[in-house]
C-alpha cells in the first residue's frame, strides 16, 4: 500500500514513516522543513528516511493547493494518509496565531480537497491534540465530551481541523479518523518540549522552567505507543453506519497522569544531576492537567500503551547523548 505521511520530518511523522516502511509499504513524506526548531534535526530524521528506496520526499507547504494537487496526481496510488503536518506548540500560538491558521486549517482543507480526487483511498488518519479538552475538569478526558472550552490558538485549530474532517466525511463520504495525542516524548523528540528542554538545559547547567510551581500533571505517552495506535487506526478505517458519517475520533495516551516534578527527577537521575529550577505562575493558554480516557481506542484499536516514563525517558536520555554527542 501507497501512504502519504504529511509532516514526515516531524517527530510523530518520521517514527510513522519508519514503522510503514518497515512492514513494506510505500511511503510518500511532505514537509516544508520550517524553522520552527532545529532544521538540522529535521534533515537528520529525513535522512534516515532516504536510505530506503520505498520512500520519497516532497519538499511542500501543505497549504499551497498547486504543490499539494500537483503531489496528489502524481500519486494516485495512495490508499493511506497519516496527516501530521501543523504548528504545534500552545505558547508559539500566543505570539504567531496566523501561523495556526494557515497550516492547520488551511493545510487541512487544502489536502482534504486534493484528496477527493483519489479513487483507491482508503482512510485519512489526522492529528489532533489533548488541547482540544481545554479548561475541562472532567476527568479523565473522554471523546464524549463536548469541546468547548479551548485555551489556545493551538487547541481552538486542533477543534476546527475534527470539524472539517467531519464535514468531509459527510459530503463525500471520505472516511477520517482523528487522533487526540496526549503529550509525545521519545528519541528524535521535539527540542520545543519539555522533555528535551529539561535535558538540554540541566547539562548545560542552566535553570529550567517549572510552570505552575510545579502543580502540573501530564499523560506522557511514549512514541512507540502513539506509533502503534496510528497505525492501528490506519489499518481500521470507520465505516459508515448509513445514519453518520465515516468520521472518528480517538485519544491516545498512556492513562496515567504523571506529576510534572516525578518527570523531572526521572531525568535528573539518567542525567546524574541535579536540575536547579525557576518556579514559575501558570503560563496563559496552559492547563494543570491532562489524563486520557482511552477505552474507545483500547476496543476499537486494539490501543494498548505499554512504556512507563520510568522506562520511556531513560531512552530518550540515551539517544540525547548519542546524537548530541553530550
Ligand atoms: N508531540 C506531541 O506531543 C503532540 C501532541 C498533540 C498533538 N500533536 C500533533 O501531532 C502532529 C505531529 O506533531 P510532532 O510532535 O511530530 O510535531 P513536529 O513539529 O515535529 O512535526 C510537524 C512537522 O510538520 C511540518 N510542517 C509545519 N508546517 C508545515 C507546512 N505549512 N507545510 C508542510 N509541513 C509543515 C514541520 O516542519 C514538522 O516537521 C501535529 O499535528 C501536532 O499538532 C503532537
Redesign the pocket.
Known amino acids: 500500500m501507497s501512504v502519504f505521511i ?8 518520521f517514527h510513522t514513516a519508519k514503522v510503514l516502511l518497515a512492514r513494506g509499504e510505500r511511503v510518500i513524506g ?5 524553522d ?2 532545529d532544521v538540522e534535526l ?1 534533515n537528520a530524521r529525513l535522512a534516515e528516511l532516504e536510505a530506503d528506496a520505498s520512500f520519497t520526499f516532497y519538499h ?4 499551497n493547493r498547486e504543490d499539494v494537487g500537483g503531489i496528489i496526481d502524481a500519486h494516485g496510488e495512495i490508499e493511506g494518509i497519516v496527516h ?5 506548540g500552545v505558547r508559539y500560538s500566543l505570539e504567531n496565531p496566523y501561523t495556526y491558521l ?2 492547520n486549517i488551511d ?1 487541512q482543507v487544502t489536502l482534504l480537497e486534493a484528496c477527493r480526487k483519489l479513487k483507491q483511498l482508503k482512510h485519512i488518519v489526522y ?5 482540544v479538552y481545554g479548561s475541562s475538569t472532567d476527568m479523565p478526558f473522554s471523546v464524549d465530551q463536548k469541546l468547548e472550552r479551548p485555551m489556545s490558538v493551538y487547541a481552538a485549530s ?1 477543534i476546527s481541523c475534527e470539524m472539517m474532517a467531519h464535514c468531509y466525511a459527510h459530503l463525500y463520504g471520505m472516511p477520517l479518523s482523528g487522533l ?6 521519545g528519541p528524535w523528540g ?1 527540542p520545543d ?1 519539555a522533555a528535551m528542554i529539561f535535558i538540554r538545559k540541566i547539562l548545560a547547567g542552566d535553570a529550567i522552567d517549572v510552570f505552575n510551581n510545579g502543580e502540573m500533571k501530564r499523560d506522557f505517552t511514549y512514541i512507540d505507543d502513539i506509533v502503534a495506535g496510528v497505525v492501528n487506526c490506519l489499518d481500521r478505517p470507520p465505516i459508515s453506519d448509513g445514519t453518520e458519517p465515516p468520521s472518528n475520533i480517538y485519544n491516545l495516551g498512556n492513562n496515567r497522569a504523571e506529576q510534572l516534578m516525578d518527570f523531572v527527577h526521572i531525568i535528573e537521575k539518567e542525567l546524574g544531576a541535579a536540575a536547579s529550577i525557576n518556579y514559575l505562575p501558570m503560563q496563559p493558554g496552559d492547563v494543570p492537567e491532562t489524563l486520557a480516557n482511552i477505552d474507545k481506542s483500547r476496543s476499537e484499536l486494539g490501543f494498548e500503551p505499554r512504556v512507563s516514563i520510568e522506562e520511556g525517558l531513560p531512552k530518550l536520555v540515551a539517544w540525547y547523548r548519542e546524537y548530541y554527542g553530550s
Open positions: 504529511t509532516g514526515t520530518a516531524g517527530f510523530i511523522g511532505l514537509d516544508d522543513l520550517n520552527y526548531y529535521k511542500a507547504d501543505i497549504a501530521l503536518a501543523a504548528q504545534a494557515h497550516t493545510g492529528a489532533s491534540s489533548s488541547s486542533k487526540r495525542f496526549f503529550t509525545v516524548y521535539r518540549m
